[in-house]
Each structure stands twice: as structure tokens, then as C-alpha cells.
């Protein structure tokens, strides 16, 4: 069912744990900060992000990610990956990439909660 789905995809989120991890950034002289390359990967979950973080804080970041073992699981229950596609060894998530924007504050990431909403069979609006 959409709510056990749910639960298990919640259930899996909350134990996320990562290996290896780099960043690239580089800081304007007005402050602002173009994140070239910040990645992190572990067992079952591997994401990349690029963009900028505004003098304010805010947000304009593209966020590519991808899962694979119990986490592969959790997403393909919930509707979230990509028929066919690949993210390096990892399955490639529908929403490619991901869209962050707001701030460190008050972060958003609406393309994601649609693509949850609809692969659960809710109705996003």
C-alpha cells in the first residue's frame, strides 16, 4: 500500500550513512559561494551537487543522486527511479536533477515532493 511504501521509504532515509565525501567550491569576491562539486557517497545512496549559495544564503543548487541496494528498494516502492538510467552503479532517480532552492533555513525541493507525491499515486497539487 502507498502508506507502507511510505513508512519503508521513511524508514530507510532516516539511517543514511555516508563513506566518502568531496567538495569543490569557490568563493566569489562579492561572497557568494559556485559550488563546483560537492559528492558524497555510501553503500546504498550516492548524490552530487553544483550551483551557487547567495551572499544571503540563498539557494540555486542542482542535485543529481542515485541509490541501489535497500535503498533501491525504498525508492522503486515509492515511484522514484528512473526506468533504464544510471547514476555511475547506482540507479538514477526520475526527478534528474533535483532542484534546491529557498536557503540553508528554509530549503526547497518541490520537484521532489511532486515526483513522491505522483509515484505513490497522490495527487501532488
Do not use: I
Amino acid at each position: 500500500s502507498n502508506l507502507q511504501a511510505l513508512d519503508r521509504w521513511g524508514r530507510t532515509v532516516s539511517s543514511v550513512r555516508f563513506d566518502t565525501g568531496s567538495l569543490l567550491a569557490e568563493r566569489s569576491v562579492d561572497g557568494s559561494v559556485k559550488v563546483k562539486d560537492f559528492s558524497l557517497s555510501g553503500e546504498g545512496l550516492k548524490f552530487r551537487v553544483v550551483g551557487t549559495v547567495g551572499t544571503d544564503g540563498s539557494l540555486k543548487l542542482s542535485l543529481s543522486a542515485g541509490v541501489k541496494g535497500e535503498w533501491e528498494e525504498a525508492f522503486v516502492a515509492a515511484g522514484l527511479l528512473a526506468e533504464g538510467q544510471v547514476f555511475g552503479d547506482y540507479r538514477a532517480l526520475k526527478m534528474n536533477p533535483l532542484v534546491l532552492e529557498g536557503s540553508f533555513a528554509k530549503p526547497g525541493c518541490s520537484n521532489f515532493w511532486r515526483a513522491l507525491a505522483e509515484g505513490l499515486g497522490l495527487d501532488p497539487e
